[in-house]
């Protein structure tokens, strides 16, 4: 924890964005030109498309300052617009970043946000090229933008699923949730009593989930690799119920997961059992998980059988099978987007 406290109103805006540009440089041929100028200039690679992305955080909505460090946050909100790339099938290569503050922030805690959002920079090899400045009258607001180039017949949309395919998740899910639940609960105890340091040893699997999501953009190497494409794809945002349905919709299609076929950590168990939650409904709908949810046509089964980083959860169906998980017994439920409501 640094112990200095410089305010923003000392450096002013154009000193607060250049001590903060200063970190940064560039890597990619296509950024021409960066921070610096009214706008910054990308160039694309000849025949790829440009893939944009954006994503906004509002404090006291989607984040809680009492528990996550600036610096995972400054990560997260970079690994959110990634993601969103990464289920595309496609790599970010250049980011825009805006942020309204408040004059609770000292440009030390601004710069350990920057901190946490270069270090996703320099992990994912992408370029900070701009960015906006503003004050606001409480909290914290930021804003990213991800720009990414693919040529277009690698560009994997949500729309391309056919009956049949077998339906996949890159990684295990509904942990991100229960870690959110177990910083909520460690806050209320800590509110009451402030000397009770939190005790988070059980659960640092689910917390690091909560706060230290990792884009899946290795996916996208992995099916270059394996020589698929999936037929459809979306990133685990909101929840698994949310998401096939999105791409139930999208690709006018039904859906069928089966439970016993479900990704789910131990400590994923072990935390719903001790918060006495359900460990489905934390899967189905609770969110954050950022892993990728994609479609594989069955010819390709072969190629992805014995891949350690694929699980197969189920299949697309028709339409008018809708979207529903079987259960262990047997029993059919059907699927219901709960998602995030901000509203
Ligand atoms: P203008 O007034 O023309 O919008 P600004 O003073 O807002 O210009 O920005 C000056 C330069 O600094 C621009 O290149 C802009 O992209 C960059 N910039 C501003 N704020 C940020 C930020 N929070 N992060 C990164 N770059 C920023
Ligand atoms: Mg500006």
């Known amino acids: 924890m640094s112990i200095e406290r410089t305010e923003i109103a000392d450096l002013g ?17 296509s950024s021409r030109l960066g921070i610096g100028d009214d706008a910054a200039i990308v160039s694309p690679p000849a025949s790829h498309e440009l893939l944009v992305s954006t994503d906004m955080l509002m404090e006291g909505v989607h984040f809680d300052l009492s528990y996550v460090p600036l610096r995972h946050l400054g990560y997260k909100a970079m690994a959110v617009n990634i993601s969103d ?6 790599h970010v290569s250049q980011v825009v970043v805006s942020l309204a503050m408040s004059n609770r922030f000292s440009v030390e805690a601004i710069e350990e946000l920057y901190e946490g959002m270069k270090l996703a920079c320099d992990t994912y090899g992408i370029d900070l090229v701009g960015g906006d400045t503003s004050n606001s009258r409480q909290g914290l607001v930021i804003s990213v933008t991800a720009i990414g180039f693919a040529t277009p017949e690698k560009i994997v949309r949500r729309s391309g699923a056919q ?14 949730y229960l870690g959110l639940q177990i910083l909520e609960r460690e806050k209320q105890v800590f509110m009451q009593t402030p000397d009770v340091q939190p005790d988070l040893t059980d659960f640092e699997y689910v917390v690091g989930r909560q706060l230290k999501p990792e884009p899946r953009i290795d996916m996208v190497e992995r099916f270059e690799k394996l020589g698929i494409m999936p037929s459809a794809m979306i990133d685990i945002s909101d929840g698994l119920a949310s998401e096939v349905l999105h791409i139930c919709k999208k690709s006018n299609c039904g859906a069928v997961v089966f439970e016993d076929h479900l990704p789910i950590h131990k400590d994923t ?14 899967v189905l709908n609770g969110g954050e998980d950022y892993e990728l949810l994609f479609t594989i046509p069955q010819k390709d089964y072969q190629k992805i059988e014995l891949d350690p980083f694929i699980q197969i959860i189920g299949h697309i169906d028709k339409p008018d099978k809708g979207a529903s998980v079987r259960m262990r017994s047997g029993q059919f439920i059907d699927m219901k987007a709960q998602g995030w409501n901000h509203f």
Do not use: W
Request: proline share 2%; with cysteine.
């Open 85 to 90: 790339i990464a289920a595309m099938n496609a």
């Open 163 to 176: 009956p049949g395919d077998l339906l996949c998740v890159s990684g295990d899910l509904g942990a991100a």
């Open 13 to 29: 805006e154009f000193g607060l964005i250049e001590r903060l540009a200063s970190k940064f440089s560039l890597q990619h041929k």
């Open 269 to 282: 168990y072990d935390t719903a059992e001790k918060l006495n939650m359900s460990v489905i409904t934390a």
